[in-house]
């Protein structure tokens, strides 16, 4: 069995495939001020809850946009399973080009949600990620990378509008039954909600102005089960779309170069 994980900025998102087949999967804060050992009893628990043995993994790979967990994270799996999971990095072989202009600067999620859309949807592509930013990321009817777009993600835009007001409450994201706000909080959540699907769909049919040509629109991330239903243009909601991508780079590697 494959442990795949991918770290963010506010989860970690975990997933176990046996051969093709993601089995389990879990979603857990993003904490830094948690220890290897404490991560590892997170691990135990997790495999436990969910009856599935720690010895029957074999592998492990890493996507992390948090470095600074990512060393915790590998120490409490070496602990836990016995191996050393492979990172993410620029250097690591991908099914696709990366086009960006500087590709290191292209975060591991995007890469793994890039390969993932790649593999279960086709080509051409525009992945929408609803995480701690909303990112867009196109691949091209070639397969390639091509690059995307970020802007501030839901949370984010309300604890911004907290912080930097005087008056403002600290609302939860939900989806207000109407447009018209009739209150703060109805009018906050009406703009952060219908604000972003139609930010979202703008600038979709602006990629595909620029692209030439309409492709697939997938969605992923924390909140993105909430929107993919709002757009006329979004098909599809695939809530592991990074871990199917880590499975994906994972395979296409020689056996030679796994760790474990």
């Known amino acids: 069995m494959l442990l795949t994980l991918n770290i963010g900025n506010t989860s970690v998102v975990i997933g176990v495939f046996r051969e ?4 389990t999967s879990w979603r857990i804060g993003t904490d830094l001020s948690k ?8 691990f135990h ?13 074999t592998g492990a790979i890493i996507s992390s946009v948090v470095p600074q967990l990512t060393l915790v994270m590998n120490k409490a799996i070496e602990r836990v399973f016995g191996l050393t999971a492979q990172a ?16 290191s600067e292209v975060g591991f ?7 993932g859309g790649k593999m279960l949807f086709g080509t051409p592509l525009i992945i929408v990620d609803f995480g701690t930013a909303t990112t867009l990321d196109v691949i091209t009817r070639e397969g390639d990378y091509a690059g995307g777009i970020i802007l501030p993600g839901l949370e984010m835009s309300a604890d911004a509008l907290y912080r930097r007001t005087s008056r403002l409450p ?15 909080v109805s009018s906050m959540q009406s703009g952060l909600f219908y604000g972003s699907v139609g930010a979202i769909e703008g600038l979709i049919e602006r990629l595909w102005r620029e692209l030439g040509y309409e492709t697939k629109v997938v969605a992923t991330g924390g909140l993105a089960q909430l929107f993919s239903h709002e757009t006329r243009h979004i098909s599809a909601f695939e809530p592991f779309l990074a871990l199917y991508g880590l499975k994906s780079i994972w395979d296409q590697q020689p056996r030679s170069s796994h760790t474990g």
Request: zero cysteines; a negative charge.
């Open 35 to 42: 220890t290897e050992d404490e991560y590892a009893v997170v």
């Open 20 to 23: 093709s087949n993601l089995i």
């Open 170 to 184: 600290q609302i939860p994201i939900l989806k207000p039954d109407r447009v018209l706000g009739t209150n703060t």
């Open 109 to 115: 999620d995007r890469l793994a949600n890039a390969v």
């Open 88 to 103: 993410l990095d620029h250097q690591t072989p991908l099914p696709m080009r990366n086009l960006y202009e500087y590709p």
């Open 45 to 57: 628990s997790l495999f436990k809850l969910s009856n599935v043995d720690v010895g029957d993994v």
